[in-house]
């Protein structure tokens, strides 16, 4: 067959293959571009902003425990995962506000529970899930940390309960109005503080801080005390 007796076969094929692409590249340039998924980290910390707002224990308190968990960390000379820190210093307090509160239950150990309901469907790595739950379970003061990121939250923790930044979130607790916590109470709850916080702190860069956190607050007590009548008008 001739070139001349393809040549009508060919030019309609080649019309509609040419349509085609000229078509695909026009709605190509017309689709908006595809918003890119959230990130987990942007994702936890949405959630915290938005939910976990409280004077004493909200996202300022966890903002300053995974800043100061690095800081101690570097100074001992420990690398940290990171993913695991961010994760459990922001989510390390979510049962203690509610919906996720549980009647009866520490607010450690039903934040361990149920933090994978706000990672699970993000792109968190799941095999670093445990870590997060046992950094969690232990953050508190009175509990035993296992693994570098829970002992440096834990420490972390702890120490935010001294020195200047740990009156300021006592006392952010009393009630204005004359309930429970009032200012006595707040007293008793930072000379516990005092005492019982100190000799729990795990690293090495955590005591050390903590002798100096430790020093302010007590001295903070002894002016206290000296301005109430050794806090008969406090």
Partial sequence: ????????????????????VLAATTLARAAPPEK????????????????LKHPAWGVSHSTRDYQLAKALAAADH?????DVLYAAAYLHDVAAFAPYEKSGVDHADQGALIVDT??????FPPAKMDAVRGAIRTHMFARDPVGAEAIYLHDADALD??????????????????????GPTALKMLQRNLAQVPPRIVSKAGRTL???RARELEQFLKELGAETDQFATL
């Fill in 36 to 51: 890119p998924a959230e990130s987990w980290r942007a994702s936890v910390k949405r959630f915290a902003d938005t939910h």
């Fill in 118 to 123: 706000f990672l699970v469907n993000t792109d």
């Fill in 78 to 82: 420990v690398t940290l995962d990171d």
């Fill in 161 to 182: 309960w001294l020195g200047a930044v740990g009156v300021a979130r006592i006392f952010a607790l009393v009630d204005p109005n004359g309930g429970q916590p009032d």
């Fill in 1 to 20: 067959m001739s070139n001349q007796n393809l040549q009508p076969v060919l030019r309609p094929w080649l019309l509609a293959a040419c349509l085609a």
């Fill in 210 to 212: 903590g002798e100096t």
